[in-house]
């Protein structure tokens, strides 16, 4: 199986802080990593998907950059809206693995 | 538009088998390169991907629960059910079904829309 390790673990950020968040896979898998964005007793939403591709209705503030074994998530801007808990998943091979994932909290 | 919502028990004993069903519209799983999958989510913990039925009856199991699992799809009904087995209390989850993302690379399987999800406790 494909391990995904997200660092950090959690975070805490001001509004109109730009955050980065890291998902590192421990074997090659292309581009083939999305992120998702889930909120305390919601559903997971799509972010981004083959590393870089926005969401449609997704805003242009996120962006997911990487390829083969480390990847990122940036929130160019954070807004209220964003704090969350954010996942990425990889989609190179069977079994689909998540990260652990990064809970992002008000400083 | 699509849609998918989870039903089924919210309590199940240790030892019995769960049975959930996804009520979807919006898609066909007809439809060449549809898929369905389900994802489970325990209390404050990450995701973990369960099962995917694709729009051709291929079926994929996550191996580390793969023995206890049976997904199927009724296309007339637009359903898909995710049956577990032998129910522990460490299965205590919510349970996510969700649409495959089309036009994936290289028959990528990520997932667009999902369901509220379902809690199931384990627990006698």
């Known amino acids: 199986d494909i391990q995904m390790t997200q660092s950090p673990s959690s975070l805490s950020a001001s509004v109109g802080d730009r955050v980065t968040i890291t998902c590192r896979a421990s074997?090659?898998?292309?581009?083939?990593l999305a992120w998702f964005q889930q909120k305390p007793g919601k559903a997971p939403k799509s972010l981004i998907y083959?590393?870089?591709s926005l969401q449609s209705g997704v805003p242009s503030k996120f962006s997911g950059s990487g390829s083969g074994t480390d990847f990122t998530l940036t929130v160019s801007s954070l807004q209220p809206e964003d704090f969350a808990t954010y996942y990425c998943?990889?989609?190179?091979?069977?079994?689909?693995?998540f990260g652990g994932g990064t809970k992002v909290e008000i400083k | 538009q699509i849609t998918l919502k989870e039903s089924g028990p919210t309590l199940v004993k240790p030892t019995q088998t769960l049975t959930l069903t996804c009520t979807f519209s919006?898609?066909?799983?007809?439809?060449?390169?549809?898929?369905v999958g389900w994802i489970r989510q325990p209390p404050g913990k990450a995701l973990e991907w369960l099962a995917l039925?694709?729009?051709?009856?291929?079926?994929r199991y996550s191996p580390s629960v793969k023995t206890r699992l049976t997904i199927t799809k009724d296309t007339s009904k637009n359903q898909v059910v995710l049956t577990m087995t032998n129910m522990d209390p460490v299965d205590t989850a919510t349970y996510y079904c969700?649409?495959?993302?089309?036009?994936?690379?290289?028959?990528?399987?990520?997932?667009?829309?999902w369901g509220q999800g379902t809690l199931v406790t384990v627990s006698s």
């Open positions: 039925i694709y729009w051709d009856d291929d079926k």
């Open positions: 998943q990889q989609y190179n091979s069977y079994p689909l693995t």
């Open positions: 919006g898609f066909s799983l007809s439809t060449s390169g549809v898929g």
């Open positions: 969700a649409h495959r993302l089309p036009g994936i690379a290289a028959g990528g399987v990520t997932f667009d829309y």
């Open positions: 083959a590393a870089s």
């Open positions: 074997q090659g898998i292309s581009k083939n």
